[in-house]
């Protein structure tokens, strides 16, 4: 265990908004509750974890077999046709995924 | 062959390669059955009948012309649906996926079907992987065989489904935290996830990038055996594949002993949370695997305790980045596209289902500035400890065992109030994910109402072979795999 144990975050429903916002969720009022609850039992579940002391293991384990990150010659893959990846386009144009304007006018 | 649907996959192969029955019909027949016997266990989204006929008539003809065919060739296959399959529908469980048309096969799918399978359709799935009874689906749920209204575990719980139905003898998923394992074991049947690295990913639509694999569920161990040996191997689609691994025979010895390996018990996952019967269940599995000259010896996983936090706040980390993807851009649901901002917001709010939401915002609190170090890093943390405690227990012996689930199947609803009961639930499959390590579910035995219990093997990484090989030569010594809910 850490000497210090670091204080518990409170989730409270301004933190959920919040999280939800970076997640690109929108909440309805009627789970937010819920929500706060759910989420904040599970990281109080996770606070032994965050609070153990694993002796200054920082490494991801690596793949088996693998002993550093792949990496390959920097040549060109086959990529998808335009028609291809723009099949499955909810809005298409000239070759292009439409979005709506990202500029302010 | 009067009852096709009850031969293993490489016995309907070698029947259909030798002439004693066509593959068109044995796809014909697991078609009517799907429809039939299996429509109300809602294992399967749908049916490719069209594509599976063709299929099954090219094979047919390949044969009638004396081409060389291999071991599965013939053999139908189901495939989970966030597998992609050129020119079929894959939605992951999810509305936000509804109508989108694989552009390409994913690499395992694609070297399954040029061994030949006859591919049937796709299998139901919880949401993005994300779950441990296929009730998350946008889909609807999924029966297990073995009982209406209880569930038939998850995430790939219509191909365990559909395996123990006898809708087909070899079903394909994925496991990221025990999601082949575990419904094979709620439903009576035989799961594998290969190595980390062994089985390409490319084409898997993803849910947690470091612990996502590609796995296969069927009766019979020697099954998998012959399935592994078709997809593994390196893929330039997938970064992550190892080139180097120790390959697999698609046939396995027909062993009477076990003597000479060496099989740990480790006391973090055979014992606490587990169910009486289920722990009566692998003890007497133990006495089987004792019998035939398997010695059991004792061993600690000490880092075991934080497996299931880990797994959650790594995984739910990666997919709440993987999951970003889904925006209204490029594929899938669009709502509300005044501006990107709130298309992407209203997209997502209605495309993913609530425990989606949920794992992303768990995700994205663990990611976030101020606690990243605490909760994402202390869990990277804890998982390299528990790959070291996996590493000094193989040391000692050869393979690892536990029960797969703490449970046998339970009814629907279960856990649905409170989502740390449902990720208790993984428990004891989370620690073979985290190390990256081979492991697979086998069944071992039932409980007195006749619900199916697994058993679980793991190996160090790359002795997929071994755990085939020991799977196959207990299930040449036990029936609990021919146990059949279905006539």
């Known amino acids: 265990m850490s000497p210090n144990p670091p204080t518990q975050p409170e989730i409270d429903p301004q933190m959920l908004i919040r999280l939800a916002a970076l997640a690109r969720l929108e909440l309805p009022t009627s789970r937010v ?22 002796g200054g293991v920082h490494e991801i384990p690596p793949t088996p077999g693998a002993l550093a990150t792949p990496l390959r010659d920097d040549e060109p893959g086959t990529p998808l046709r335009p028609e291809q990846a723009l099949a499955n386009a909810p809005r298409q144009a000239n070759d292009c995924f439409v979005v709506p304007r990202v500029i302010d006018a | 062959m009067n009852t096709p649907w009850r031969a293993s996959a490489l016995e309907l192969s070698a029947a259909v390669r030798g002439g004693a029955t066509t593959a068109a019909t044995v796809t014909r027949t697991l078609l009517d059955r799907i429809d039939g016997p299996g429509a109300n266990l809602r294992a399967f989204v749908a049916t490719w009948a069209e594509r599976a006929t063709a299929s099954a008539e090219a094979i047919d003809r390949r044969r009638d012309q004396g081409e060389p065919l291999g071991p599965l060739a013939g053999v139908p296959v189901a495939c989970k649906d966030n597998l992609l399959v050129a020119g079929e529908h894959a939605s992951a469980g999810s509305r936000i996926l ?52 209880l569930v038939a575990g998850g995430s790939s719980g219509g191909s365990a489904a559909a395996v123990a139905a006898d809708l087909c003898p070899l079903a394909i998923g994925s496991d990221t935290g025990g999601s082949i394992r575990q419904p094979a074991s709620l439903c009576g049947v035989t799961g594998l996830k290969p190595t980390y690295g062994r089985v390409s990913r490319r084409g898997l639509i993803a849910y947690a990038t470091s612990l996502d694999c590609v796995g296969a569920i069927a009766r019979h161990a020697a099954d998998l055996a012959a399935w592994l040996d078709a997809v593994s191997g390196p893929d330039e689609g997938d970064a992550t594949t190892v080139p180097a691994m120790a390959a697999v025979s698609p046939t396995l ?22 169910s009486a019967e289920v722990l009566q269940a692998t003890a007497e599995a133990q006495g089987v695997l004792r019998s035939l000259g398997a010695e059991l010896v004792a061993c600690e996983l000490p880092n075991a305790r934080y497996a299931v936090a880990a797994y959650y706040l790594i995984a739910t980390t990666e997919a709440a980045s993987n999951l970003s993807r889904y925006d209204g851009v490029h594929y899938g649901l669009r709502l509300d596209d005044r501006d990107c901002t709130r298309m992407t917001t209203a997209t997502r709010s209605a495309g993913f289902g609530d425990e989606v939401q949920l794992r992303i915002l768990l995700g994205t609190f663990a990611s976030s500035v101020g606690f990243s170090d ?26 690892l065992l536990s029960p797969t689930s703490p449970t046998a199947a339970f009814p629907f609803g279960q856990g649905d109030e409170d989502p740390l009961t449902r990720y208790l639930w993984d428990a004891l499959t989370v620690p073979a994910s985290l190390a990256g390590l081979p492991a697979l579910s086998m069944p071992c035995g039932s409980t007195p109402a006749g619900l199916p219990i697994g058993l679980q093997l793991m190996a160090p990484a790359g002795a997929d072979g071994l755990l085939l090989r020991t799977a196959h030569c207990f299930q040449r010594h036990t029936d609990h795999h021919l146990r059949r809910p279905l006539p």
Do not use: K, W
Not at chain 2, 100 to 114: G, Q
Not at chain 2, 261 to 273: D, F
């Open chain 2, 98 to 149: 509804s109508g989108f048309t694989a552009p390409f096969s994913s690499t395992a799918m694609a070297r399954l079907e040029a061994a030949g399978v006859v591919l049937l359709g796709r299998t139901n799935m919880d949401e993005f992987g994300m779950g441990s009874t296929t009730e998350t689906s946008a889909h609807g749920r999924t029966h297990n065989p073995f009982g209406e209204g």
């Open chain 2, 374 to 399: 605490r909760y994402y890093g202390r869990a990277q943390e804890a998982r390299r400890a528990l790959a070291n405690d996996f590493a000094r227990a193989f040391r000692g012996c050869d393979l």
């Open chain 1, 33 to 54: 509750a819920e929500l706060t609850s759910q989420l904040g039992r599970l990281v109080a579940a996770f606070a032994d974890l965050a609070a153990a002391d694993f």
């Open chain 2, 253 to 274: 010895p027909d062993a009477e002993s076990l003597r000479g390996l060496r099989i740990g018990v480790p006391a973090q996952l055979n014992g606490p949370g587990v």
